[in-house]
C-alpha cells in the first residue's frame, strides 16, 4: 500500500455533479512520498482485497459491524507524509488514507512525550484489514507544514500494531464519522481537516490529493492541500458528485459511477475512492466483462490479468463517468509498471492489467475500489463542507510511465 500526505469557496448548490473549476487560495499545502516495499510486493492483491472486506463489512448497513479476524499483509506500496508530533516536534512519516480517519503514530517511531503531550487515559483501536493498532489516546500539537498546525489533535499511540512495515502509522483523512467506536468513552473525534476548519485555519473542511505515476521506489511527487486546489496540479476544470446514499460506500468518500469499456457499460453502481488501496476494483461481474473484452488471462503468479502484446496495443479506453464527467484511463494507465514486474512476482516481458476483482458481485453497495492506480492519473478532493468528491484530470492523465 503506499502511504501519502497531501493537504475557494464553493456554493453548496454546486455540489452535485457539476464540472466546476476551483481556483482560489491561498494554497496551504504539504508534499508527500511514494515508498514502494519491494520485499512485500508479492501478494499485495491478497492485501488489497483483505481491506476491501474490511471496508464493506464495517459498515454494513449503515452500523458498525463486529471487527474481522483477517490475515494480515504487510503494507507493500504506500504515500507517506512526514508529520510533526509534540514540541519540538518529531517527525513520524504517517500513511495517507482516505478509508480511515484516525490519525496515530509509533508502528515503527516510537511517540516521543514533550510539553504538549497530553494523555486522555482513553483505549483506541482501528483495524484496517490490512492491519491493525491498538493504543492510548493522546491530544497533542501536530505540524502537517508551517502553515498547518493544529494545536490539540487526537491522535493513537500505539501500544502494538501489525501490517506497517516501513512506516510510523496513518495519517486519517476520511469522514469523521469512521471514527465511530475506535475511542473508549466517545462517540467520534474530529479529524485533522475537522480541527484545521474549525479552528480557522482553513475556511473550507476539504482537502486534494496529487498523485503522479512513477517507476521509481521512492519519489516524493503528491501534494495534500487543505482546505482549497492547486490549480497547477490539474488541467480543466473539476467535476464534483455528491457522496453517495447507497451503503456502505456511504460511509466513505463514496460516490456512483458508470464504468464502460469500448462503448459497453460493464458496471453502473456505488463504490469508493481510496488512497489506502493500490489497485482498481471492480466487482466480479463486472471484471469478468473487463477480462473477456480485454482478452486477459488470469495470471497465477502474481493475481493479476495478463495480456499479450498484441493485445495492449488493441486495449481501448476504460471509461469512469462521474458526474456526467468521463475519465479515461488509457492503455497506458491500465497496465502495471513493467519496470516492477519481477517484484510481484511477474516477468519483465509481460503486460499485467491493473484492474482487479474485488470478490464480490454488483449490488453490495460497494461494488469498486478507485484506489492509487486511479488516482495517480486524476487530481481528487474530499469535501466534507460540501458532502461531495471533485476529480479532474492532469498533467499525467495520459502519460506513457508503465
Request: net charge positive; charged share 10%; hydrophobic share 35%.
Amino acid at each position: 500500500m503506499v502511504s501519502s500526505v497531501f493537504v475557494a469557496a464553493l456554493l453548496a448548490s454546486a455540489a452535485v455533479a457539476s464540472p466546476l473549476s476551483e481556483r482560489d487560495g491561498p494554497v496551504r499545502s504539504t508534499a508527500f512520498t511514494k515508498k514502494i516495499n519491494l520485499g512485500n510486493l508479492k501478494g499485495f492483491v491478497a492485501r488489497d482485497r483483505a481491506r476491501a472486506v474490511h471496508l464493506a463489512t464495517r459498515h454494513k448497513q449503515g452500523t458498525v459491524q463486529a471487527r474481522q479476524s483477517i490475515n494480515v499483509t504487510n503494507e507493500a506500496v504506500s504515500y507517506l507524509a512526514a508529520i510533526g508530533v509534540g514540541s519540538p516536534a518529531t517527525t513520524y512519516n504517517l500513511i495517507i488514507d482516505t478509508g480511515s480517519s484516525n490519525t496515530w503514530v509509533g508502528a515503527e517511531t516510537k511517540y516521543v512525550k514533550t510539553s504538549t503531550s497530553t494523555s486522555t487515559g482513553k483505549r483506541v483501536s482501528v483495524s484496517y484489514g490490512s492491519g491493525s493498532f491498538s493504543g492510548t489516546e493522546y491530544t497533542d500539537r501536530v505540524t502537517i507544514s508551517s502553515s498547518l498546525v493544529i494545536p490539540s489533535q487526537s491522535i493513537g499511540v500505539a501500544s502494538s500494531a501489525t501490517g506497517f512495515d516501513g512506516t510510523d502509522g496513518i495519517l486519517g483523512i476520511g469522514p469523521v464519522a469512521l471514527t465511530a467506536g475506535t475511542v473508549s468513552g466517545v462517540s467520534t473525534v474530529p479529524t485533522v481537516t475537522d480541527n484545521l476548519y474549525s479552528q480557522g485555519t482553513i475556511s473550507r473542511s476539504q482537502v486534494s490529493v496529487s498523485f503522479q505515476p512513477t517507476t521509481q521506489q521512492e519519489v516524493t511527487n503528491g501534494e495534500l492541500t487543505f482546505g482549497t486546489t492547486d490549480a497547477s496540479k490539474y488541467t480543466g476544470s473539476i467535476t464534483y458528485t455528491s457522496v453517495t446514499t447507497t451503503s456502505p460506500a456511504s460511509a466513505y468518500w463514496g460516490i456512483n459511477q458508470q464504468v464502460t469499456y469500448n462503448s459497453a457499460s460493464i458496471l453502473n453502481s456505488a463504490g469508493i475512492v481510496d488512497t489506502g488501496t493500490t489497485l482498481i476494483y471492480l466487482a466480479t461481474d463486472a471484471f469478468k466483462k473487463y477480462k473477456s473484452a480485454t482478452g486477459a488471462t488470469a495470471d497465477s503468479a502474481t493475481g493479476l490479468l495478463k495480456v499479450t502484446s498484441a493485445q495492449y496495443s488493441a486495449l481501448k479506453p476504460l471509461n469512469f463517468v462521474i458526474g456526467g464527467t468521463t475519465f479515461a484511463l488509457s492503455a497506458n494507465a491500465q497496465i502495471w509498471p513493467r519496470s516492477l514486474n519481477t517484484y510481484i512476482g511477474g516477468t519483465s516481458s509481460s503486460i499485467y492489467l491493473i484492474v482487479a476483482d474485488l470478490g464480490s458481485n454488483s449490488g453490495e453497495g460497494l461494488d469498486f475500489i478507485n484506489g492509487q492506480t486511479f488516482l495517480e492519473r486524476f487530481y481528487s478532493v474530499y469535501d466534507t463542507t460540501g458532502k461531495r468528491v471533485g476529480l479532474a484530470n492532469t498533467p499525467y492523465t495520459n502519460a506513457t510511465t508503465n
